[in-house]
């Protein structure tokens, strides 16, 4: 996807068909939106818990290996969704100036200290 598509559609915090990203074409107000930002919310306090809940497992003396691994699948799948809501907010942003100066041919950068060399 382009740098112009990224910000004409949104990342759902959902797969779609066979674990592929899903993308939703909107302007930000629809009912897909809302879904997906509730979606997003959820999956952000899910994550939260779980460290909570991995903090008072490992102080234990006495943690089954099946608990770990339980912990440590849940611990993976909040990531993989922290992760997907980050991407989708971050595409979302409008491009910073600097970005914005390169996209149309000038750098201030550049031009401003004489050598074409970032400061």
């Given at each position: 996807?382009n740098?112009?598509?990224?910000r ?9 068909e066979?674990?592929?990203?899903c993308y939703l074409?909107?302007d930000?107000?629809g009912?897909?939106d809302?879904?997906a930002?509730e979606?997003?919310?959820m999956?952000?306090?899910?994550g939260?818990?779980?460290l909570?809940?991995?903090g ?7 943690v089954?290996?099946q608990?770990?691994?339980f912990l440590?699948?849940?611990l ?6 922290a ?23 000038t750098?201030?950068?550049?031009s ?8």
């Amino acid at each position: 996807m382009n740098e112009g598509t990224h910000r004409d559609h949104r990342l759902l915090p959902w797969p779609g068909e066979d674990g592929k990203p899903c993308y939703l074409s909107s302007d930000g107000d629809g009912l897909i939106d809302a879904l997906a930002d509730e979606m997003e919310l959820m999956q952000l306090r899910l994550g939260a818990e779980l460290l909570d809940y991995a903090g008072g497992l490992l102080s234990c003396q006495r943690v089954q290996e099946q608990e770990l691994r339980f912990l440590v699948r849940r611990l993976g799948e909040a990531l993989r969704d922290a992760l997907r809501v980050a991407e989708s907010r971050g595409a979302r942003l409008p491009a910073p100036p600097h970005r914005r100066e390169r996209a149309n041919g000038t750098d201030s950068a550049a031009s401003s200290d004489g050598e074409g060399g970032e400061r």
